[in-house]
């Protein structure tokens, strides 16, 4: 399974993005997708997670801005971020399982700053 992120940016803070990553290759069926974290000096941490069904699951930082979704189809997720604030600056992560193993993307830098 590859996985290919894009969206990422330069926003002011207050402002919105929308993240998308793609699943490609061979295999069943993906199961639980999600998004991850990482900014300089920290940690990866987990951003939100939706599963085959569409349950989701999300951070406390970011509950109320951010909206994960899936288009099952596609086998693409999608993070919408709003309200941007500079502490959401980081290189987000999408990840993905196939049942089997898990996934994840290159990576693609969001930066929030005026």
């Known amino acids: 399974v590859q996985l290919q992120a894009c969206g990422g940016g330069l926003v002011q803070p207050g402002g919105s993005l929308r993240l998308s990553c793609a699943a490609s290759?061979?295999?069943?069926?993906?199961?639980?997708m999600g998004w991850y974290r990482q900014a300089p000096g920290k940690q990866r941490e987990l951003v939100a997670t939706?599963?085959?069904?569409?349950?989701?699951n999300y951070a406390d930082s970011v509950k109320g801005r951010f909206t994960i979704s899936r288009d099952n189809a596609k086998n693409t997720v999608y993070l919408q971020m709003n309200s941007l604030k500079p502490e959401d600056t980081a290189v987000y992560y999408c990840?993905?399982?196939?049942?089997?193993?898990?996934?994840w993307g290159q990576g693609t830098q969001v930066t929030v700053s005026s």
């Open positions: 990840s993905a399982d196939d049942f089997s193993y898990d996934y």
């Open positions: 290759g061979t295999f069943f069926s993906i199961n639980s």
């Open positions: 939706i599963s085959l069904g569409g349950s989701t």
